[in-house]
């Protein structure tokens, strides 16, 4: 039976409205997560039993279940309505929103804020995206003795920028860039391979012809400088997933990218995956 349309979720205070209480938020999970019929997350198996208090047992290997075992809300201790808050608030902030604010709105501490919206970056990438998940913070930073990055100038950058294009970039790919030097000494067959745009901004910020294909570049900008202020290189590449998921979303409604995220929250995420060392 279908319990509660996302549709209908077009501010937060309409998603407060309808999931007021924690039976319908898990209600609405079950619904968005297997519509209608549960099925085991250790064995597989469709024959399930719904227990007096709203967990699930399997038929074939006798275990039992709660809606957020296999999801990314497993073992977590917060009622399952911040994390909703926090996914449509993430999803729809067009420039990010800093894990302290993202407390403030949800009532909790930083580091459990922190530790929400790293959950919900990791969601932003494409299941169907084949690039690699971690580029070396090398390429454009290093690391000092105690942890912090500083810029580095290279003697022949585009002798240290090139190789890479063809290590972490897929030939065909598009490559929203800015005016850096390195980009404007490729040869045209390395342009026509990677399809690079004309960004038609100056790298001091200067507007020049207007380039809506350069929109993804200005946006990843103004988050890192605007909101955030400083990105650790080793989480760097979620904050460009959730640039990219913004882009490719801009026509999308906010309760269609919220609901978008939600399909995809049925995979485990540990704490050592989201805070690497």
Same mark, same amino acid.
């Given at each position: 039976?279908?319990?509660?349309?996302?549709?209908?979720?077009?501010?937060?205070?309409?998603?407060?409205?309808?999931?007021?209480?924690?039976?319908?938020?898990?209600?609405?999970?079950?619904?968005?997560?297997?519509?209608?019929?549960?099925?085991?997350? $250790?064995?597989?198996? !469709?024959?399930?039993? %719904?227990?007096?208090?709203? @967990? *699930?047992? &399997?038929?074939?290997?006798?275990?039992?279940?709660?809606?957020?075992?296999?999801?990314?809300?497993?073992?977590?201790?917060?009622?399952?309505?911040?994390?909703?808050?926090?996914?449509?608030?993430?999803?729809?902030?067009?420039?990010?929103?800093?894990?302290?604010?993202?407390?403030?709105?949800?009532?909790?501490?930083?580091?459990?804020?922190?530790?929400?919206?790293?959950?919900?970056?990791?969601?932003?990438?494409?299941?169907?995206?084949?690039?690699?998940?971690?580029?070396?913070?090398?390429?454009?930073?290093?690391?000092?003795?105690?942890?912090?990055?500083?810029?580095?100038?290279?003697?022949?950058?585009?002798?240290?920028?090139?190789?890479?294009? $063809?290590?972490?970039? !897929?030939?065909?790919? %598009?490559?929203?860039?800015? @005016? *850096?030097? &390195?980009?404007?000494?490729?040869?045209?067959?390395?342009?026509?391979?990677?399809?690079?745009?004309?960004?038609?901004?100056?790298?001091?910020?200067?507007?020049?012809?207007?380039?809506?294909?350069?929109?993804?570049?200005?946006?990843?900008?103004?988050?890192?400088?605007?909101?955030?202020?400083?990105?650790?290189?080793?989480?760097?590449?979620?904050?460009?997933?959730?640039?990219?998921?913004?882009?490719?979303?801009?026509?999308?409604?906010?309760?269609?990218?919220?609901?978008?995220?939600?399909?995809?929250?049925?995979?485990?995420?540990?704490?050592?995956?989201?805070?690497?060392?």
């Amino acid at each position: 039976m279908k319990t509660i349309d996302f549709s209908k979720f077009k501010s937060i205070h309409s998603l407060l409205r309808h999931l007021n209480s924690e039976k319908k938020c898990r209600e609405y999970l079950a619904e968005i997560r297997w519509q209608g019929e549960p099925v085991c997350p $250790y064995c597989g198996c !469709k024959k399930i039993y %719904r227990k007096k208090d709203g @967990r *699930y047992a &399997c038929s074939n290997c006798r275990n039992t279940f709660s809606v957020l075992v296999g999801t990314i809300f497993q073992n977590t201790k917060l009622p399952l309505i911040k994390w909703f808050m926090g996914i449509y608030l993430l999803c729809n902030s067009k420039q990010g929103i800093s894990s302290c604010q993202l407390a403030k709105d949800l009532e909790v501490t930083q580091k459990t804020a922190w530790f929400i919206a790293q959950k919900i970056r990791i969601l932003f990438r494409n299941p169907d995206d084949d690039f690699k998940d971690i580029i070396r913070s090398e390429i454009a930073t290093r690391t000092s003795l105690n942890g912090n990055p500083f810029r580095v100038r290279w003697s022949n950058p585009p002798n240290f920028l090139h190789p890479r294009l $063809y290590e972490f970039i !897929k030939t065909g790919s %598009r490559i929203h860039k800015d @005016r *850096y030097i &390195c980009y404007q000494t490729l040869a045209e067959s390395e342009k026509e391979m990677f399809q690079t745009e004309d960004p038609r901004w100056n790298h001091d910020g200067r507007k020049g012809k207007k380039n809506i294909e350069n929109g993804f570049w200005i946006q990843l900008k103004r988050m890192t400088f605007g909101v955030y202020h400083y990105l650790s290189a080793a989480i760097f590449h979620r904050y460009v997933y959730e640039a990219l998921f913004r882009h490719r979303t801009a026509a999308y409604l906010n309760e269609d990218r919220a609901e978008l995220i939600l399909l995809r929250i049925g995979q485990v995420i540990t704490y050592k995956t989201v805070r690497p060392l």
